[in-house]
């Protein structure tokens, strides 16, 4: 098993817990036999209770790893999902979890999502399942699956928001240092992180001063500079390497940029607009439509929730010192 894909789950719900009186989640961790296990990384850990002895549950979820591909374990894994499924309301899975819900036969015919990597040969073995690679979590009915390790800490924070509201995930999220509360119609990587991908080291370090600097006068003249390459050869390999011209990539981290900021929800279109390099408000909703097809307002109403105050979260957090 992957640690992060049980203890990122169980410290959002812990989390929760302490942000708000009284407790509202009772975390336990279930196993085949009540032995103590070691995670991939070496983690020692000690299931509260084994399949025989577990009480009945709310939420059962799932998560990923090595061991769950291995028959010996996906069988009877599976076997008691699935005896527990019909009075179970919410039945998850993180990352690779999801071949437990999938060979309990609990996913056929549903929406699904797992780790890009195991996405195809998950898709292969069970094609009754509805698989879409590139989501960061995915709720079909009382069935919520999500991509790898930290899009667990995502769809925590989606379940904690569905059971108590927008403003307690956001602090739960804040408490965690998470970076933003992602919506899981987002992508399971973001657009600098598939550009340092495909790029070699003298883009993959531009790449990382673009994203340094985005309000920046970036031109094809100063960014070859950077790379230490005329505006020629800067241009050609730049467009070998990326399929697109230094002024598209451009505009497509500023672009990314700006989804998670508008997702964040604090920031005014204007504001963010210029904070990310664009030089007037009416240029940056031009390119945000003609790329995302919608306004920057309604992603901002389709993606953001309604956020707590600065004042009221640190006054949470005191509270509980």
């Known amino acids: 098993m992957a640690a992060l894909d049980l203890a990122g789950v169980l410290d959002a719900f812990s989390i929760a817990n302490w942000l708000e009186d009284p407790p509202r989640y009772e975390p336990v961790v279930v196993a085949t036999t009540d032995a103590p296990?070691?995670?991939?990384?070496?983690?020692?850990?000690?299931p509260d209770y084994s399949f025989e002895t577990?009480?009945?549950?709310?939420?059962?979820?799932?998560?990923?790893?090595?061991?769950?591909?291995?028959p010996e374990v996906l069988v009877p894994v599976a076997a008691w999902l699935r005896s527990?499924?019909?009075?179970?309301?919410?039945?998850?899975?993180?990352?690779?979890?999801?071949?437990?819900?999938?060979?309990a036969g609990l996913m056929d015919g549903r929406r699904a999502t797992t780790h890009w990597r195991h996405a195809a040969a998950l898709a292969c073995r069970y094609p009754a399942v509805n698989l879409e690679p590139d989501a960061i979590f995915i709720k079909d009915g009382a069935f919520y699956t999500s991509a790898g390790m930290t899009a667990g800490i995502d769809l925590a924070l989606a379940l904690i928001e569905e059971d108590h509201g927008p403003a307690h995930?956001?602090?739960?999220?804040?408490?965690?240092?998470?970076?933003?509360?992602?919506?899981?119609?987002?992508?399971?990587?973001?657009?600098?992180?598939r550009s340092q991908t495909r790029a070699g080291n003298r883009f993959a370090d531009l790449t990382a001063l673009l994203l340094g600097d985005l309000a920046a006068d970036w031109t094809v003249e100063?960014?070859?500079?950077?790379a230490g390459l005329s505006p020629r050869q800067f241009s050609r390999r730049f467009k070998a390497a990326f399929a697109t011209t230094p002024a598209s990539h451009l505009e497509t981290l500023r672009l990314d940029e700006a989804r998670l900021r508008l997702a964040s929800g604090r920031d005014g279109v204007a504001r963010i607009a210029h904070a990310v390099g664009f030089r007037s408000d009416d240029a940056f909703r031009r390119a945000f439509e003609r790329r995302f097809g919608v306004t920057p307002t309604a992603y901002r109403g389709r993606f953001a929730a309604?956020?707590?105050?600065?004042?009221?979260?640190d006054h949470e957090a005191t509270s509980h010192l």
């Open 306 to 313: 309604a956020l707590p105050t600065d004042q009221d979260l």
């Open 84 to 103: 527990r499924a019909p009075q179970t309301r919410r039945m998850v899975s993180v990352c690779t979890g999801l071949y437990g819900l999938a060979a």
């Open 54 to 70: 577990a009480p009945s549950f709310d939420t059962l979820v799932v998560p990923g790893g090595s061991g769950l591909r291995n």
């Open 37 to 46: 296990f070691r995670a991939e990384s070496g983690l020692r850990l000690a």
């Open 222 to 226: 100063t960014m070859a500079a950077r």
């Open 169 to 193: 995930a956001l602090k739960v999220a804040r408490q965690m240092v998470v970076y933003m509360k992602r919506s899981g119609g987002q992508m399971q990587y973001s657009e600098p992180l």
